[in-house]
């Protein structure tokens, strides 16, 4: 590896620094603004806050992780795992927003018919 391939991964990895930083202090700002688009859904800052975990994750995994020059099978395995990691984050907010599930529990419960136990 020539002097010149070094100097260009290292200003890489100082330009992916900087733009990790970046998106640190913008999810540190995003904290303190109200995401909350409607009292039924209140996961709004949940889903930029990952948003921009998973933009930083990708950068890391790309760069750091050399991922960015891999055979179509990783690409292949890598977006069934975003596929998978969205399907899991979107259980909690549909089920914030009552679009999933029976969240009503202020049902008395079943009453059971027989003898004693």
Known sequence: MSHDD??????TYIKVFIALMFLT???????YIDFDISPQFRSGAI??????ASFKGYM????FMHLNNEKKMIYWVLGLTVFFFIFC????????????????FEQSP???????H
């Open 110 to 116: 079943p009453k059971i018919e027989g003898g004693h």
């Open 89 to 104: 984050l979107s259980i909690p907010v549909l089920w914030e927003a009552n679009l999933m599930g029976d969240t009503n």
């Open 25 to 31: 202090l913008l999810t540190v700002g995003a904290s």
């Open 6 to 11: 070094i100097q260009h991964h290292v200003k």
């Open 47 to 52: 889903f930029v806050g990952l948003a921009i």
């Open 60 to 63: 890391v995994a790309s760069e």
